[in-house]
T-cell receptor, first 116, second 112 residues
Framework: NAGVTQTPKFRVLKTGQSMTLLCAQD?????MYWYRQDPGMGLRLIHY???????AKGEVPDGYNVSRLKKQNFLLGLESAAPSQTSVYFC???????????????FGPGTRLLVL | AQSVTQLGSHVSVSEGALVLLRCNYS??????LFWYVQYPNQGLQLLLK??????LVKGINGFEAEFKKSETSFHLTKPSAHMSDAAEYFC??????????FGAGTRLFVKA
C-alpha cells in the first residue's frame, strides 16, 4: 500500500513550457486535491475532484487544468508555465465511509517545480 | 467565512523545553480542527485532530492540543521538545465539507 504518490519529484521548466504532474493513490479514495505551497501562505487549493470524471476549481485555479479519468489518478497540467507557478505542489486524497466524507487528508510527498 | 491564524511563523525552543504552537480559528459552525506536521522534503502527515467529544486531543510523538471554543483556539503543545520535532506545523480547519483551510504554518526549530 503506497498511499499517495506523486511524479515527478522535481522539475525545472522554462517560461511557456507545458507539463503534467501525476498523482496516484491506491486507497480507493473518492476525493482528491491539488494544492500549492508557497512560503508564508500555507497550502492553497488549486483544483479538486469528488470522484472519477469530476473536477472543480479551488481558490487559485488560473493557469492550471486537471483531469480525473481514473479514480486512482488525478493529473495537474500547466499549459504555459510562468515564473509565478514556481512552487511545491501537493496532492491529497480523502475517503468516504458510506456517504460520509471522512475529515482526514492523506498527502503525497510533493513535486518541486521551478519555472525560469 | 472560515479562517485559520497561526501566531508566529517561526518558533525556537531548546531541547527538553515546552513546545507551544498557537492556532486560532474563525468558523460560524462547529469546526473539525487538525494539526499536520511536515518534515523537510516530505508531504504533510496528520499529527492529531479534533472532531467532537473530548476537547483535549492526544496525537502522535507526544503532542496534544486543546480545543477551546470560548477562545476559538486549538494550540499544540508538547512537554519536552526533541531534536526530531524540528519541522513545519500546520493548523487546519474543516466544517464537514470538501474544503480544508490551512494556516500559514509555523516552523519549529529545536536547539541542542
Amino acid at each position: 500500500n503506497a498511499g499517495v504518490t506523486q511524479t515527478p519529484k522535481f522539475r525545472v521548466l522554462k517560461t511557456g513550457q507545458s507539463m503534467t504532474l501525476l498523482c496516484a493513490q491506491d486507497m480507493n479514495h473518492e476525493y482528491m486535491y491539488w494544492y500549492r505551497q508557497d512560503p508564508g501562505m500555507g497550502l492553497r487549493l488549486i483544483h479538486y475532484s469528488v470522484g472519477e470524471g469530476t473536477t472543480a476549481k479551488g481558490e487559485v485555479p488560473d493557469g492550471y487544468n486537471v483531469s480525473r479519468l481514473k479514480k486512482q489518478n488525478f493529473l495537474l497540467g500547466l499549459e504555459s508555465a510562468a515564473p509565478s507557478q514556481t512552487s511545491v505542489y501537493f496532492c491529497a486524497s480523502r475517503w468516504t465511509s458510506g456517504r460520509i466524507l471522512q475529515e482526514t487528508q492523506y498527502f503525497g510527498p510533493g513535486t518541486r517545480l521551478l519555472v525560469l | 467565512a472560515q479562517s485559520v491564524t497561526q501566531l508566529g511563523s517561526h518558533v525556537s525552543v531548546s531541547e527538553g523545553a515546552l513546545v507551544l504552537l498557537r492556532c486560532n480559528y474563525s468558523s460560524s459552525v462547529p469546526p473539525y480542527l487538525f494539526w499536520y506536521v511536515q518534515y523537510p522534503n516530505q508531504g504533510l502527515q496528520l499529527l492529531l485532530k479534533y472532531t467532537t467529544g473530548a476537547t483535549l486531543v492526544k496525537g502522535i510523538n507526544g503532542f496534544e492540543a486543546e480545543f477551546k471554543k470560548s477562545e476559538t483556539s486549538f494550540h499544540l503543545t508538547k512537554p519536552s521538545a526533541h531534536m526530531s520535532d524540528a519541522a513545519e506545523y500546520f493548523c487546519a480547519l474543516n466544517t464537514g465539507g470538501f474544503k480544508t483551510i490551512f494556516g500559514a504554518g509555523t516552523r519549529l526549530f529545536v536547539k541542542a
